[in-house]
């Protein structure tokens, strides 16, 4: 099939068939930094989105509790300063109360803050990924690539994964740098199948067998 056509390149979504293929025809293989940044964010997501959810639940609480604040001390307005009696039950049970209110209030402020810092994080760690793939030349990605791969002990555990992994094949992800008549994603040619072809034919390109078929 398209026998005259110069196979010198091929994109891929890193599926492992393509690779045979790729090297008995000698091309140069660059993976779709989309699908790899996909691969990358998965995890980081369901992170995130867990810790955004934590984040709303700890804010929704302190609200309430800085709300409860305000109406344990509207309560002692007005009241003698100073200590207070042992008989004064009622005083020492606002008082007690108030105190333990302000108390979650600090510690709710201290985890707020923490979840805000962890998500920081990922965001900075995303981007600094996509940048790897954005620079001008390969010296440029490989020694933002090596930044982040000698950290690995210091990051969190859903990118230092991908770090780690992305090692493997990091040059096959960078071929767009090196040849600037190489696209960096697939994309063009995925959303063309998608929305030319409905699923059913799709199916029938994955194979040889069914191109065949689908051309007689």
Not at 145 to 151: D, E, S, V
Request: charged share 40%; net charge positive.
């Amino acid at each position: 099939l398209l026998c005259d056509l110069k196979k010198d390149a091929m994109i891929t979504d890193g599926y492992a068939a393509y690779v045979p293929i790729i090297e008995k025809l000698q091309m140069t293989h660059q993976k779709c930094v989309f699908h790899k940044i996909m691969n990358q964010r998965t995890p980081v997501w369901k992170t995130t989105n867990k810790l955004e959810r934590q984040l709303k639940s700890k804010k929704d609480k302190l609200e309430k509790t800085v709300e409860k604040i305000q109406q344990l001390e509207n309560q002692s307005k007005g009241q003698k300063s100073g200590r207070i009696s042992l008989k004064d039950k009622k005083r020492r049970k606002n008082k007690d109360k108030l105190k333990k209110k302000k108390q979650e209030k600090r510690q709710l402020k201290k985890d707020i803050k923490k979840i805000e810092k962890q998500l920081a994080e990922f965001e900075y760690y995303n981007n600094k990924i996509s940048e790897i793939f954005d620079y001008n030349t390969v010296k440029d990605a490989k020694r933002e690539f090596n930044r982040l791969y000698n950290q690995l002990d210091f990051l969190p555990e859903e990118v230092a994964k991908f770090v780690k992994n992305l090692k493997k094949d990091f040059d096959k992800t960078i071929n767009h740098i090196k040849r600037k008549d190489i696209p960096k994603t697939n994309n063009l040619l995925e959303g063309f199948f998608k929305i030319t072809f409905p699923k059913k034919y799709k199916r029938r390109f994955r194979t040889e067998k069914g191109v065949k078929n689908y051309l007689r």
